[in-house]
T-cell receptor
Framework: DAGVIQSPRHEVTEMGQEVTLRCKPISGHDYLFWYRQTMMRGLELLIY????????DSGMPEDRFSAKMPNASFSTLKIQPSEPRDSAVYFCASSARTSGNEQFFGPGTRLTVL | KNQVEQSPQSLIILEGKNCTLQ??????????LRWYKQDTGRGPVSLTI???SENTKSNGRYTATLDADTKQSSLHITASQLSDSASYIC?????????????WGAGTKLIIKP
C-alpha cells in the first residue's frame, strides 16, 4: 500500500478564496482523521470519521471549515472563505481498530493564505 | 478534563548521549498510550504503544515505560544519533463504546548536536 495520500502538498492562495484539501486513506482502514498543525498550537484534531460517518467535529474551528467522506477511499477538507490565520500544515491520518488505533499519517498539505 | 502534558518542551543533547522524555496524563477511561516521532516536514510515525498491563517496551534504542498508578510514561533514547532529532509526541487513547478519543501532548522537540 502507498500509505495515506494527500494532495496538494503545497497550496498558496489569497484571502477569501476557497481551498480544498484531499486525502486517500490506507485501504481497509475504517477511521480517518483531519489535523491542523501550527507552531503556536501544535497538532489539533479537526474532525474524524468512522466508516465514512463524521463522529466528532468539535475541533472544526468555525463554519468556514467543512469535511466530507463520500466513500471509504476519499475525503476532502474545505475552507471557504480562507483567511491568513488558516495558514498551517494539514494532515490526514487513517487507522484501523484492529491495529490498536495506530494512526498512519499522510505527508501533509502546507497551506499559505496571503 | 482529559489532558496530556509533556516535558521538557525542548531538549538539546550531544550525539551519543542518552535522554529521557516525560509524559503525564489525566485520561479516563484509559485505553493505551503511544509515542510518536515527527521528523521536520513529515507526519508523526508511531514508535511504540503501551497498554494498561505493560510496564516497559523497547523498539531498538527507544524504550518506553508506563506507570498506570501515577499516570506517567517516559521515553528513553539510548546512544542518541543525529537522526533522532525530531519532535516526540505522547498520545493517550480513551475508549468508550465503539468510538475513541485521542488526547495529544504538545510534544518535546529534541535536537541532537554532533
Amino acid at each position: 500500500d502507498a500509505g495515506v495520500i494527500q494532495s496538494p502538498r503545497h497550496e498558496v492562495t489569497e484571502m477569501g478564496q476557497e481551498v480544498t484539501l484531499r486525502c486517500k486513506p490506507i485501504s481497509g482502514h475504517d477511521y480517518l482523521f483531519w489535523y491542523r498543525q501550527t507552531m503556536m498550537r501544535g497538532l489539533e484534531l479537526l474532525i474524524y470519521f468512522n466508516n465514512n460517518v463524521p463522529i466528532d467535529d468539535s475541533g472544526m474551528p468555525e463554519d468556514r471549515f467543512s469535511a466530507k467522506m463520500p466513500n471509504a477511499s476519499f475525503s476532502t477538507l474545505k475552507i471557504q472563505p480562507s483567511e491568513p490565520r488558516d495558514s498551517a500544515v494539514y494532515f490526514c491520518a487513517s487507522s484501523a481498530r484492529t491495529s490498536g488505533n495506530e494512526q498512519f499519517f499522510g505527508p501533509g498539505t502546507r497551506l499559505t493564505v496571503l | 478534563k482529559n489532558q496530556v502534558e509533556q516535558s521538557p518542551q525542548s531538549l538539546i543533547i550531544l550525539e551519543g548521549k542518552n535522554c529521557t522524555l516525560q509524559c503525564n496524563y489525566t485520561v479516563s477511561p484509559f485505553s493505551n498510550l503511544r509515542w510518536y516521532k515527527q521528523d521536520t516536514g513529515r507526519g508523526p510515525v508511531s514508535l511504540t504503544i503501551m497498554t494498561f498491563s505493560e510496564n516497559t517496551k523497547s523498539n531498538g534504542r527507544y524504550t518506553a515505560t508506563l506507570d498506570a498508578d501515577t499516570k506517567q510514561s517516559s521515553l528513553h533514547i539510548t546512544a542518541s544519533q543525529l537522526s533522532d532529532s525530531a519532535s516526540y509526541i505522547c498520545v493517550v487513547s480513551a475508549t468508550r463504546d465503539s468510538n475513541y478519543q485521542l488526547i495529544w501532548g504538545a510534544g518535546t522537540k529534541l535536537i541532537i548536536k554532533p
